[in-house]
């Protein structure tokens, strides 16, 4: 088994299609003339694509350090909206991890009792501050 050196926190973003972007001192947004796009994100020596289809869906993260690549994340197989496919690659490390999703369902009734609305014991509830 293989740890990956990714937060919990991360690997949710990747998987809801929001992988963290960071400051960048020069941005700059490409169409390559076939539909696609491709924002691109520099910072000194470090650099971010990211990489959309005809469709707007994300297709592709990398990330780059001195210009080589240094890890990628590939949205693919793209049903309802969502990919069914999601493949993460770090180069250096030689680790390379896939997540499929073979039941895509989207807006599915759930019921009540999945939820706990009761706070766990100890906790304190207070009011959501109104502004």
């Not at 700059?28 to 990489?51: C, E, F, I």
């Not at 994300?58 to 994340?73: E, G, H």
């Not at 680790?95 to 759930?110: C, K, Q, S, W």
Request: charged share 25%.
């Amino acid at each position: 088994m293989t740890r990956l050196p990714l937060t919990s926190e991360m690997i949710v973003s990747i998987v809801l299609r929001r992988p963290e972007l960071f400051d960048a001192a020069e941005t700059s947004l490409q169409y390559p003339g076939d539909g696609t796009s491709r924002l691109l994100l520099k910072n000194g020596r470090l650099a971010q694509r990211v990489d959309f289809d005809q469709q707007g869906n994300l297709v592709n993260v990398a990330y780059l350090a001195d210009n080589q690549l240094i890890s990628t994340i590939r949205y693919s197989e793209y049903t309802a909206g969502f990919p069914a496919l999601i493949e993460l690659e770090l180069i250096n490390s030689g680790v390379n991890v896939a997540i499929r999703f073979d039941e895509v369902e989207t807006n599915a009734e759930l019921e009540d009792a999945r939820f706990r609305l009761a706070p766990a014991a100890g906790y304190k509830v207070e009011p959501f501050p109104e502004y």
